[in-house]
C-alpha cells in the first residue's frame, strides 16, 4: 500500500475531526493563529460562493501555517457552514440574543445549510459545496430559551447543532447529514480522489 502524506485539517472544530476519523484519517490540526480569513459577506454573495470563498481561504491559510511551522508536506483542508433564510445568511451567533434571534427566524420553518470543503497541496486547490434543507418544528419561547442555556449554540452556523439537543427540533432534512454537521464526507472523498488520496485510508 502506498504511503500517503499526512492530511491536515485548518479548523479547531471537533466535529470535524470526528467526521474525518469516522472514515478512519488520522488528522493533524493546524491552528490558524496569524492568519487571517475575512468572513464578511461579499455584497451580492451566494451563500454557496461564500462557504466556498471561506473554504478555500481557510486551507490555503493552512498551508502558509504548514509552512510556517516547517511540519511534512501533505494536503490541507479547510471547510466553512452557514445557514441561508430568508435571503439571509446566519453564521455564528456573537451573543444570546442574536443566537435567539436566529432560533426564532428558523422556527417552524425550512432553512438551507450550505458547507464548503476544500483541499490544497499548496499548487492547487479545489472546493465543493454541498446543501442541504432542514425543517424546524414550531419553537415554544421555553424550548428556545432551553436551548440557549445549553453550550451548543455559541460556535454553530445558524445557532444550533444538528448533532445535538436542537435534533429535537428537527422534522426532517434533505441532503447530507454529515454536511450539515459541519463536513460533507461525500464531497470531502471526490475532492482527496482529485489529489490522489482513497476516500479511506
Do not use: N
Not at 471547510?79 to 451567533?93: E, H, M, N, S, Y
Not at 442541504?132 to 447543532?161: I, Q
Amino acid at each position: 500500500m502506498t504511503m500517503l502524506a499526512p492530511l491536515y485539517l485548518a479548523s479547531q472544530s471537533p466535529r470535524r475531526r470526528e467526521l474525518l476519523a469516522q472514515l478512519g484519517w488520522e488528522v493533524r490540526v493546524i491552528p490558524l493563529e496569524g492568519e487571517w480569513v475575512d468572513e464578511t459577506p461579499h455584497a451580492d454573495e451566494t451563500a454557496t460562493d461564500y462557504v466556498l470563498r471561506l473554504a478555500r481561504a481557510k486551507a490555503e491559510a493552512g498551508w502558509r501555517r504548514r509552512e510556517a511551522l516547517a511540519l511534512p508536506c501533505g494536503l490541507v483542508l479547510g471547510a466553512d457552514t452557514t445557514v441561508r433564510i430568508d435571503g439571509l445568511i446566519l453564521g455564528k451567533p456573537r451573543d444570546a440574543d442574536e443566537a435567539r434571534a436566529m432560533l426564532r427566524r428558523l422556527s417552524g420553518r425550512r432553512h438551507e445549510v450550505h458547507t464548503g470543503v476544500a483541499i490544497t497541496d499548496g499548487s492547487r486547490t479545489h472546493a465543493l459545496c454541498s446543501t442541504s434543507r432542514v425543517w424546524f418544528t414550531t419553537l415554544a419561547d421555553e424550548d428556545v430559551e432551553r436551548y440557549l442555556a445549553t453550550e451548543e449554540p455559541w460556535d454553530k452556523a445558524g445557532a444550533y447543532a444538528y448533532q445535538g439537543r436542537a435534533a429535537a427540533f428537527i422534522e426532517r432534512i434533505e441532503g447530507s447529514a454529515s454536511g450539515i454537521i459541519g463536513l460533507p464526507l461525500f464531497e470531502t472523498a471526490r475532492l482527496l480522489s482529485v489529489f490522489g488520496y482513497p476516500p479511506f485510508p
